[in-house]
């Protein structure tokens, strides 16, 4: 089987790597994919008419689409009545990421455990004649203790994670600045706890999860800086037993997948649950409607079963009983990022240390030019380390961190370290 992995981050090269260990695949193409993937194709990902013309060239059975733009967008509905499977939701399932207010009032209507929320800006203004509620007041009566996450696609930089009224002031003109004075967005209860990734694979009825993991958002160590589109990650989460996700899987996962099916979405991909672990149980803070970046690097190593066969068992009706086995240990992902990284950074910059064959290293933001890799993204490199133990894990994937060199090469010093873990 031909397979087609649409994008060109460091998720995109995971995907691929572990598509290709599958004895039902038989070429992967990357589009457009990046320095480090093979059989790239310079496409527009949102020119669904090119995507098309390449599948039927290249005979592709299966798409895999790896960030959510193309989804949000509606690239399953284009290629319904075609004979390419494409593995992911439709345009009204990709709403559970697309809009944070759709999928907080989804979370509300399902019965989902989630925290308060208030929405704000264009979206509140079409469904009422007169805004009663302002958002700086509602700030102020939280003492700027709150979470306010713009409404669309953000590529994981429209949540401000705010611990006072000025922060919270500060994140409102941000969001105004960059999408308009009528954008719309959400003031939320600040949930306080350990994060958790949770990963399900679904026909849109069943369900089978990977292992869960742990992303680092923030810039800098301790969690602090501004939040990007991942720094790190690390699986599977000690904290996490029997007893934990069976209480997620009650209060989350099953709510949310009984909703699925009533709304009517065809949803035969992945769905990332963005969990806080608090005092008073597992609250649901976002979904996304693919896989997690970077999470993904972790995960994926951690699979022992085959992804094309999981895959494919979401199209035939036997996710159910489908055997999920998982490697022994911990893998941890340690994101070497450019300088000036979430906000402006410079592109072209050679990279020291990148050789043919070097398992577990997933590109993202990177370039071949000349027999060279070169920076181009804002992640560059994700660079992914197994142990038996999660210490020995974290201080593998650092060992590693040491071959690699850029100008202005930056990341965390502390992934997999949380007080809980």
Known sequence: MNIAVIGSGGREHAIAWKLEQSELSDKIYVLPGNGGTENTVDVDINDYDMILNFCRHR???LIFIGPEDPLAAGIVDYFADTPVKVFGPDKAGAQLEGSKIFAKKFMQKYGVATGAFQEFGRAKKDCCQQLTIFPKDTIKKMNGNCVIKYDGLAAGKGVFVCSKEEDALAALDEIHSKYGEDASYLIEEKLVGDELSILAFTDGEDYQLLLPSQDHKQ??????????GGMGAFCPVPFYNEELKKQIENDIIKPTLKGIKAEGFNYKGVIYFGLM?????SKLLEYNVRLGDPETEVVLPALKSDLLKLILSCFDGTLKDYKMEF????????????????????????????????????HAGTKKENDRILTNGGRVLNIVAHG???????????????????????FRKDIGRRKKN
């Open 327 to 362: 490697n022994n240990g911990f893998f941890v992902d340690v994101v070497l990022v450019s300088g000036g990284y979430p906000a402006e950074y410079k592109k072209g910059i050679p990279i020291c240390g990148i050789k043919e064959d070097q398992e577990l290293i997933f």
């Open 59 to 61: 005979t592709i059975a």
């Open 277 to 281: 672990i608090t005092e008073t149980g």
């Open 388 to 410: 038996n133990m999660l210490n020995e894990a974290i201080n593998k994937a650092y060992e590693r961190v040491n071959d690699f060199y850029f100008e202005d090469m930056f």
């Open 219 to 228: 810039l800098l160590e301790g969690d602090n800086g501004p939040n990007t």
